[in-house]
């Protein structure tokens, strides 16, 4: 008997081999192609476009091939039928739910929304530019019915636009999701009318107004690089296994062994190419933390959109907005820019942390204001995916959201419904990752205090290893091996909640803004 | 009939294309591949090499498996049956010859020559290191044994060596690339020998040396990577379809999208920057000639090494050793480089064109040596891969042949037989290549001032615009349309032949060294 069972266990062993053998060169093909696509955006000479839309459609159609091959159903079956150890049956359950969706949708209908897109996105370039929303209706129209059909092969009797959500954040549910948003509106929205109430109250008062234009003036681009590399090295980023570029759209790419960073400086944006720099550093850490034993599989594979956001949000905010980050970094700060010398680290923090009244743009908003402008976009989405709102009506609802949650109606579609990418890539279920990546920030920042204590002392200190290897130990090292939810809560020992980030903010910005709690 | 007819043509057409889909398929692989290989030397950070090998030992089996799917060898016997063009004909050429020779050659072999490889780059670095071959003798030995395997099953009845030649050649027959050689050593050694009996005389006599130092100096990096800038703007090389990078082993890479250069600088290296730019030039030149339509397809891509190396050839010695570039580039030179004012133009020429007497190392040879460093390699790998030169013997024998061909004898194997890398790769029959390509730059080089007039004036006004028409049009365009042969019969009217070369040479270095013709 005792032969006999091993020899069975070897052969398990044997498919699960062949199964992961098959997993890591899918996963290989993704990350040759995410090479390709750093190098596009930061390296590629102007003209290369032609073969790089080649190279790369060929790179996604062999990994489309290679996953959704009978033998990958075949393995999967095999090995549902089996007990396996949690590691393997993790591997399993991630490759299960990807060969479900990639099968179930008809290559014609991949294609289609390939090819839909390829053209919505100048289309959106030159409509944004004309400020005519007119001429990207139709296209945006085409997509979302697109991708209506696209979730309806995936699962029919779902709602739509959880099908879609569920694309970028498989293991939230929408329904969290959706109250977590809410919530976030329905505090926030109070919470900076009252900030905007205390600062008009002190323009007119003889209290002195927040500090705002700490950062104001202009910034060599070089000396900008510099310091930027100043604030790598300070945060820990592992230049052996990374690098520092400038791209349009600052990002961070790359796997265990190599995760780079972009970011991009303007003259007089000083403070958004350090806060970008952070932000991208958190992306990057987190790839960094990832296991290398388990590279080209789940296990080493970051969990989601909304955790990776996580991870850079809290960095960005938590960290790199905090006081004693200032009291630390400024000084460095000013050996490559001595006009910041009459700047206090109270100044610098109070300039990090301003909240626009009057700011109609996502990527420029400030850490309270952002979360609305994602609750309008999920409000819109939603509705124009479950047929609720028509496309037509998109810039009305678009303006009357923004004043109703922000104060302020844009004056053109250019700087309202025009203004992000994403639609045009017919990305519907992306923007709430982004909010509840900032959320999920201040969970496992305040996780990470409760069992570290306090961190301003070390962060003042400029020392990062303790907050660091709580992440990696609770959650980088973990790749995809829970889902997220069970990830959260071991690591943070509750569900998923607004509550942490909320605190945060309300104590923050009520210290900041002399609110009454 | 003619319905039928034009239904069969229909046919033959869609047979067709699937078959092009396929070769695009694998060349976007192929492409991509090179874009990570260029990562690798440029931008990768160093401890990305695992996760790169993987990458791309995952490309390299996607393109075998999909070059040798039965699928492949069905679609080449259908369209051999039938009446092609030209044109598709020889796509049909190129991909039924790879096709022949990576289905012929059992995947396990190939695996094993890869992991002997890549085992054996590591042990000839040491054993250079450490000036000893006995360390890297067994890895060699290997090498060979599985090389000559690998010979024998594309070929069992041909000479292993033609077999392995014709991989990096294979359109040119082993038998003219050896008469080529014979002749270079039979008239190089003695034109050799008069060199330096000529400027042994001269050391003893009233006449002035011939100027070696004009280039002597420390020259700051950043300025050489301007001046290299300089370089490629004065050649017309096409920034929005390339780009100039560093790397430790300068090479060019890319398609006719984006060919990029590398060079490197040192800091008492100046001329050596250049003329290595201008190579890697000329390679990016030749790719960026060849047509865009035909990307993705044999006739899109560039007609193997010898013609490449004819490209970088022409450029790196027929126009950047002549007199009137140095008349030209002096004074951009002297821009960046004020110490360079009291250089002449003539001084500049003869430093650029030095033959060195004591040279063992070939990547610093110069224009004449540089062929006898070659055919001792070719004659050692050739007797090697017959059996007729045991391993054991190969540093006496190389050490021989440098004291015949070149009268001088290294002292260590580290300058002697251990200085190259490609035989550490397993790469027998590469090296002929280098020589080829040079003799072949002299014969178009030739063939082009036959038709266009003397090129002298040109040059020193700077304008290339006729030379590279005249190339793009008889060389870059084809890609692989042609056979070596017959491009270069169709290019200049004549077979491949040394008469050019060694005209060239005759009287370039007569005049230069005043020798008697």
């Known amino acids: 008997m005792a032969s006999e069972q091993s020899s069975t266990e070897t052969e398990a062993s044997d498919v699960y081999d062949e199964f992961e053998t098959r997993v890591e060169r899918i996963s290989n093909v993704g990350n040759a192609a995410g090479i390709l696509r750093w190098d596009q955006e930061v390296v590629m000479p102007d003209e290369g476009t032609p073969a790089r839309a080649q190279q790369l459609s060929t790179l996604s159609s062999i990994s489309h091939e290679l996953l959704t091959d009978d033998e990958t159903g075949r393995l999967l079956e095999e090995l549902e039928a089996r007990d396996l150890d949690d590691e393997r049956a993790a591997v399993v359950r991630e490759v299960r739910r990807q060969y479900d969706r990639e099968t179930s949708v008809p290559q014609e209908l991949v294609e289609e929304i390939s090819k839909t897109t390829a053209n919505a996105h100048p289309t959106w370039k030159q409509a944004k530019a004309e ?4 001429t990207f209706a139709p296209v945006l129209e085409k997509l979302v019915e697109l991708k209506r059909e696209y979730a309806h092969h995936i699962d029919p009797d779902a709602d739509p636009y959880e099908v879609l959500f569920s694309e970028y954040e498989p ?7 959706e109250e977590i948003l809410e919530r976030l509106r329905d505090e926030l929205v109070p919470l900076i009318e009252a900030i905007d109430e205390s600062t008009e109250a002190r323009t007119t008062s003889d209290d002195a107004a927040l500090e705002t234009d700490a950062f104001a003036g202009e910034f060599d681009d070089d000396d900008q690089e510099a310091l930027a590399r100043d604030v790598l090295d300070s945060l820990g980023y592992n230049w052996d296994r990374g690098r520092l570029d400038t791209a349009p759209h600052p990002f961070s790419s790359g796997t265990q062994f190599d995760a780079r960073v972009t970011t991009r400086f303007e003259p007089e944006d000083l403070l958004g190419s350090i806060t970008s720099t952070i932000h991208e550093f958190g992306h990057a850490n987190y790839t960094l933390g990832l296991p290398d034993e388990a590279y080209g599989t789940p296990l080493g594979e970051a969990r989601d959109l909304s955790v990776h956001e996580s ?15 200032w009291e630390q970094f400024l000084p460095v700060a000013r050996e490559r820019f001595p006009e910041l010398e009459d700047v206090t680290p109270e100044e610098a923090y109070e300039s990090a942390n301003q909240v626009y009244d009057d700011n ?9 204001t952002y979360h609305l402008h994602i609750v309008i976009r999920f409000e819109i989405e939603r509705d124009l995916i479950s047929g609720d709102l028509a496309v037509e009506d998109v810039p009305e609802t678009w303006n009357d959201k923004y004043e109703e949650y922000l104060g302020v109606r844009p004056e053109t579609d250019a700087e309202g419904c025009l203004q992000d990418i994403h639609w045009s890539h017919g990305s519907f279920g992306y923007f709430p990752t982004y909010s509840l990546g900032s959320v999920l920030a201040a969970q496992l920042y305040a996780a990470a205090e409760d069992e570290l204590g306090e961190q301003d002392d070390r962060i003042r200190d400029g020392d990062f290893g303790d907050l660091n290897r709580w992440l990696r130990e609770n959650v980088h090292r973990h790749g995809k091996r829970y889902t997220t939810q069970e990830l959260i809560e071991r690591a943070t020992g509750e569900e998923f909640t607004a509550d942490y980030f909320l605190e945060y903010v309300d104590a923050k910005y009520g210290a900041l803004y002399s609110l009454e709690s």
Chains 1, 2 share one sequence.
């Open 131 to 134: 400020d005519d929303f007119e």
């Open 171 to 177: 293991y939230i549910e929408l329904e969290t999701a």
């Open 311 to 325: 991870q850079s949000r809290l960095w960005e905010n938590h960290v790199g907005r905090s006081r004693p980050f």
């Open 360 to 368: 109609l743009i996502r990527v420029e908003a400030d850490e309270l």
